[in-house]
């Protein structure tokens, strides 16, 4: 008969702390679609998410990623995610190291650990992680035998706060990078970490701080030659790598869905979006591919919903002619789209209107300023007009709920532009008065984070108190209880708007503050500021002299090593531009406003043309 | 529309995945496997899929029912079904049924219990006996170093409910100190223990 020796979980090590831990299963792995066979031999690579699970699985990056390099041969990849601090807990109460996902291989017996630098409040997160692993924080005190610490992601193009930390930033698109990368670090076996670092400082957008130096110091001259280093860029979707079978996850996460990416950056020249800047220049995927993954994902996924994913997907050429062609497929496998991230434009309600998917809830729109001055310093090339019609589009077929993105602090704002705010959000519900008796808006208010790359990298951040003011303000003025008004923590935009612009001295300050404790910086629930603002004094940094001041044209800004691609006289004239609340229109239907990669540009046009 | 039910069984971390998922990893597989899901009515319509009663997480299982109502099916498609599923989620046996609903046929239920960490099977053992599950069970036995208990309305009176007793007495503390595994799931017909498939 079957005793307790049957039953192997039991003697799992995990076993007792997911008996004690919130949401067990972000530690389960056993998702369907991981199926190469672990070779102990192979360059053994972790990709990992700082974040917890739910959100990692979410990120169609690591799709693309894990997919990357599970299609080297001789590389073996694995995933993890920053355990919540319930977990944490567990695994040091029983001095349980950290181990990857699926195959279970201590982290610290990867050769590389490639970390994704999303959002700057994770950063404490890769410290947990590294911690938990036994790998040291500081990049010179890992030795031959620790893992590679690599990062990319938007984060990689800002990375002097975690210069001391990360071993090898990896800048801009990772399907060009990876493979040479592995292949050197195949080749360098054995060799010592310096010299393989060495090597490695050598490729194409990789920057070794330890090897390279900082921007604001001169402390290497023999590498100066090498800055700015230039981020990688995919010219070519349709060849580029992508998946055609996904990990499918068994526990619920943010969006349990096919991620497609229809195309890769934003051209639309958003004045206060990194994304729109260090994404371009706009790669569009053909509708023929598009199309065949598509059917090859609905197949080898069995998940019944598309996301054609981009920062701006009505934006798609020839999306209705995409959409038009892939009901056949949908069709095929019961399956629906989605379109996530909506134009405030007519267009955009049509399109949504014809998703089934979408009519389950409500529609989110970000016209991001309460009036058309404020719109037009921040180039959001939207009308008071489009969001007029917008409205009374979205509530004449049928919706009942509206949510409406806006931010507070933006630079020349004036309390004219917060009230434009309340003022849409009465239009709105006065709109949907009109349709049905009962709807909701739902406004998001966020602090304005001034971020580097952009044309606002030299403006002041609100402070804290202005935030809290403000937020304060906005919802004073709400009375209607059909409109709900939520405004971000000023604290934690605060924090993000330091990591965002600091310099190298953040590495010792974020250390700090995860020794005294700061984890998931970006969740209110374990947030706390206190813990930072000590860090801070201890490391004799002054963050709202990070945060909050006005930078000259000519300071030399931390992220100055780093060649986005566009360049900073197109920054510095179109905030001036700004400034004077002129609008630039988006060079894919006007001239091109020389953004920096007008070279790159030509050259993927000649290259469509000769196709 | 034809209703298939099937007996699986979840083991090692996998046990760790809520019940409420289940549905869902179940229907992403039958889809990588070519079958056809009979859907449910109405604004957003999903598989229709009934799964046995809950079952909590950290209990490993090994014979759960669940009805699956498909347009059609051939053995091919439930072949490649079960090696579509993701690992220690098994599919052991399966049938066409018709008839009362799942919820309906799930009267009984037998569980293994082990004392993990440095807990004595005897005190296990008397605590259970003299308590309201003692009272209930249609079977309790000890055997191979734990015990074997059948319970009456697994949706009453589940795993939960005999962890809380143990917890109650002091003689655990939590769920870490003890092993419960849900071996399977009955109907009562006429006071007599019949299986579901």
């Keep these: 008969m079957m005793n307790y020796e049957s039953f192997k979980e039991y003697k799992d090590p995990l076993w007792s702390c997911l008996t004690k831990v919130n949401r067990p299963s972000r530690?389960?792995?056993?998702?369907?679609?991981?199926?190469?066979?672990?070779?102990?031999?192979?360059?053994?690579?972790?990709?990992?998410?700082?974040?917890?699970?739910?959100?990692?699985?979410?990120?169609?990056?690591?799709?693309?990623?894990?997919?990357?390099?599970?299609?080297?041969?001789?590389?073996?990849t694995d995933r993890v995610y920053c355990p919540w601090t319930d977990m944490e807990e567990e695994m040091r109460e029983r001095s349980i190291a950290l181990r990857s996902i699926s195959h279970k291989i201590p982290l610290s017996e990867f050769d590389v650990i490639g970390f994704t630098l999303q959002y700057e409040l994770t950063y404490t997160n890769i410290l947990t992680i590294l911690d938990l692993a036994d790998i040291p924080f500081l990049s010179s005190e890992r030795n031959d035998d620790h893992p590679v610490i690599l990062a990319g992601g938007p984060g990689a193009l800002v990375p002097a706060p975690l210069s001391e930390i990360v071993?090898?930033?990896?800048?801009?698109?990772?399907?060009?990078?990876?493979?040479?990368?592995?292949?050197?670090?195949?080749?360098?076996?054995?060799?010592?970490?310096?010299?393989?670092?060495?090597?490695?400082?050598?490729?194409?957008?990789?920057?070794?701080?330890?090897?390279?130096?900082?921007?604001?110091?001169?402390?290497?001259?023999?590498?100066?030659?090498?800055?700015?280093?230039?981020?990688?860029?995919?010219?070519?979707?349709?060849?580029?790598?992508?998946?055609?079978?996904?990990?499918?996850?068994?526990?619920?996460?943010?969006?349990?869905?096919?991620?497609?990416?229809?195309?890769?950056?934003?051209?639309?020249?958003?004045?206060f979006c990194q994304a729109g800047m260090i994404y371009r220049p706009v790669r569009e995927r053909s509708p023929e591919t598009v199309l065949k993954l598509m059917d090859t994902l609905l197949n080898s996924t069995g998940w019944d919903e598309v996301g054609l994913v981009s920062l701006a997907s009505c934006d798609y050429s020839g999306i209705l002619e995409l959409l038009k062609r892939s009901q056949p497929i949908l069709d095929k496998y019961n399956a629906n789209v989605t379109l996530p991230s909506l134009r405030m434009d007519n267009f955009s309600v049509q399109l949504a209107n014809s998703l089934e998917s979408h009519r389950r809830g409500g529609l989110t729109f970000a016209p991001e300023a309460g009036?058309?001055?404020?719109?037009?310093?921040?180039?959001?090339?939207?009308?008071?007009?489009?969001?007029?019609?917008?409205?009374?589009?979205?509530?004449?077929?049928?919706?009942?709920?509206?949510?409406?993105?806006?931010?507070?602090?933006?630079?020349?704002?004036?309390?004219?532009?917060?009230?434009?705010?309340?003022?849409?959000?009465?239009?709105?519900?006065?709109?949907?008065?009109?349709?049905?008796?009962?709807?909701?808006?739902?406004?998001?208010?966020?602090?304005?984070?001034?971020?580097?790359?952009?044309?606002?990298?030299?403006?002041?951040?609100?402070?804290?108190?202005?935030?809290?003011?403000?937020?304060?303000?906005?919802?004073?003025?709400?009375?209607?209880?059909?409109?709900s008004l939520h405004y971000h923590e000023p604290d934690q935009s605060f924090l993000e708007g330091v990591l965002a612009r600091g310099g190298k001295e953040?590495?010792?300050?974020?250390?700090?503050?995860?020794?005294?404790?700061?984890?998931?910086?970006?969740?209110?629930?374990?947030?706390n500021l206190l813990l930072w603002m000590r860090a801070f004094e201890e490391e004799g940094i002054d963050p709202f002299h990070i945060a909050c001041r006005r930078r000259d044209l000519d300071e030399k800004l931390p992220w100055d090593n780093i060649d986005a691609g566009i360049s900073r006289s197109f920054l510095w004239k179109e905030r001036e531009l700004s400034l004077k609340g002129h609008v630039t229109p988006d060079c894919r239907w006007d001239n091109c406003h020389l953004c920096g990669l007008e070279k790159v540009c030509s050259m993927l046009s000649s290259n469509k043309v000769s196709e | 529309m034809k209703r298939l039910r099937v007996l699986y069984s979840k083991r090692g971390l996998f046990s760790f995945i809520p019940h409420t998922s289940l549905p869902q990893i179940f229907a992403s597989a039958a889809r990588?496997?070519?079958?056809?899901?009979?859907?449910?009515?109405?604004?957003?319509?999903?598989?229709?899929?009934?799964?046995?009663?809950?079952?909590?997480?950290?209990?490993?299982a090994l014979a759960e029912p669940a009805d699956f109502y498909f347009l059609s099916w051939n053995d091919h498609n439930l072949r490649r079904w079960k090696t579509n599923l993701p690992q220690d989620l098994t599919i052991h046996s399966w049938g066409a049924v018709e008839g009362k609903n799942l919820s309906k046929l799930c009267k009984a239920a037998s569980y293994l219990i082990f004392p993990r960490a440095d807990i004595a099977l005897p005190i296990v053992e008397k605590t259970i006996a003299s308590s309201r599950a003692g009272e209930l069970s249609l079977d309790f036995q000890v055997r191979d170093g734990g015990l074997s208990i059948t319970l009456p309305d697994p949706q009453q009176y589940g795993p939960g409910f005999i962890v809380k007793i143990l917890v109650a007495e002091r003689v655990i503390k939590d769920w870490s100190e003890i092993a419960v595994i849900r071996t399977s799931i009955a109907n009562m017909v006429e006071g007599s223990i019949t299986p579901l498939l």
Aim: hydrophobic share 35%.
């Design chain 1, 27 to 76: 530690y389960v792995g056993k998702e369907w679609g991981v199926d190469k066979a672990w070779n102990e031999g192979s360059l053994k690579f972790c990709l990992a998410f700082p974040d917890v699970y739910e959100i990692g699985m979410s990120y169609i990056g690591f799709q693309i990623l894990f997919s990357l390099l599970n299609s080297i041969s001789g590389v073996a």
């Design chain 1, 167 to 271: 071993d090898v930033f990896c800048l801009g698109d990772g399907e060009p990078f990876l493979p040479v990368f592995c292949d050197l670090m195949e080749k360098t076996r054995g060799l010592p970490r310096e010299q393989r670092l060495k090597e490695i400082s050598r490729l194409p957008g990789a920057y070794v701080p330890l090897l390279h130096g900082y921007a604001t110091e001169e402390d290497k001259p023999e590498s100066r030659e090498s800055f700015p280093i230039r981020r990688n860029l995919v010219k070519d979707l349709d060849t580029a790598h992508y998946p055609e079978r996904m990990i499918v996850p068994n526990a619920p996460v943010v969006h349990d869905r096919i991620p497609i990416e229809i195309f890769r950056g934003c051209s639309r020249g958003c004045r």
């Design chain 1, 371 to 483: 009036t058309q001055r404020l719109r037009n310093v921040i180039n959001k090339g939207v009308t008071e007009e489009d969001i007029e019609n917008t409205l009374d589009s979205v509530f004449a077929h049928g919706w009942k709920r509206v949510k409406l993105y806006f931010m507070m602090g933006l630079p020349t704002e004036t309390e004219e532009d917060l009230e434009g705010i309340i003022d849409i959000a009465r239009r709105a519900m006065h709109i949907a008065r009109g349709y049905h008796r009962r709807s909701q808006i739902n406004i998001s208010v966020a602090g304005f984070v001034p971020k580097a790359h952009t044309p606002f990298q030299w403006e002041p951040q609100d402070t804290i108190e202005d935030l809290s003011r403000k937020g304060r303000f906005l919802k004073s003025k709400v009375h209607d209880r059909n409109i």
């Design chain 1, 506 to 527: 953040l590495s010792k300050v974020i250390i700090n503050a995860w020794e005294r404790g700061a984890r998931f910086d970006g969740w209110t629930e374990t947030f």
């Design chain 2, 32 to 60: 990588r496997a070519g079958l056809s899901f009979h859907y449910s009515e109405g604004f957003s319509p999903r598989p229709k899929i009934s799964l046995g009663p809950a079952l909590p997480v950290g209990v490993p």
